[in-house]
């Protein structure tokens, strides 16, 4: 016997969505002028990147909805307020995190500040663990921050200000 799978006809669409938006960046990135270039990578490169991303995450939520629907969704009403756990507080932590970058970016620099804004987010969501949170945010803020200095020749604020 053979089990009959359910499309599901909304996720269908949001996964097509993404796919559009990927084809839309990635055809951005190609008017992109030859010459316009920075450092090391020409300025197509991230764009290109950023559609290949969302194209594979588009590609992948088709998937999904063609075969069931979207992986770890509940169906229980009861359960749907655990989907954001943090909640009135979650939201404050989060824009906490937002107001915190904005105010400290050019007095900690923007790794930390960056990291701070990552650890703010990840309380916001539930996390408890502060300094793990705030070592991961460094861990992925440092190869942005060198990625658009050297890469891409953009100057961000500095990696940490001298007085620390």
Not at 100 to 112: D, E, K
Request: a neutral charge; proline letters at 5%; charged letters at 10%.
């Amino acid at each position: 016997m053979t089990q009959s799978r359910k499309v599901v006809p909304v996720q269908l669409a949001i996964g097509a969505g993404v796919l559009v938006i990927s084809a839309v960046l990635a055809y951005g990135a190609f008017l992109f002028p030859p010459e316009m270039g920075f450092i090391i990578l020409a300025a197509s490169v991230y764009p290109y990147a950023v559609a290949v991303f969302l194209g594979g995450v588009g590609a992948v939520l088709i998937y999904q909805a063609l075969t069931g629907g979207f992986r770890e969704l509940t169906d229980h009403e009861d359960e749907s307020a655990k989907v954001l756990p943090g909640g009135k507080a979650g939201v404050a932590w989060v824009t906490g995190g937002l107001v915190g970058v904005a105010v400290l970016i050019n007095l900690i620099g923007f790794v930390l500040a960056a990291a701070l804004l990552f650890a703010c987010s990840a309380r916001g969501f539930g996390s408890r663990h502060p300094l793990r949170d705030l070592a991961i945010g460094i861990a992925l803020t440092l190869p942005i921050y060198w990625l658009f200095n050297a890469g891409l020749g953009v100057s961000l604020p500095p990696l940490v200000n001298a007085w620390i």
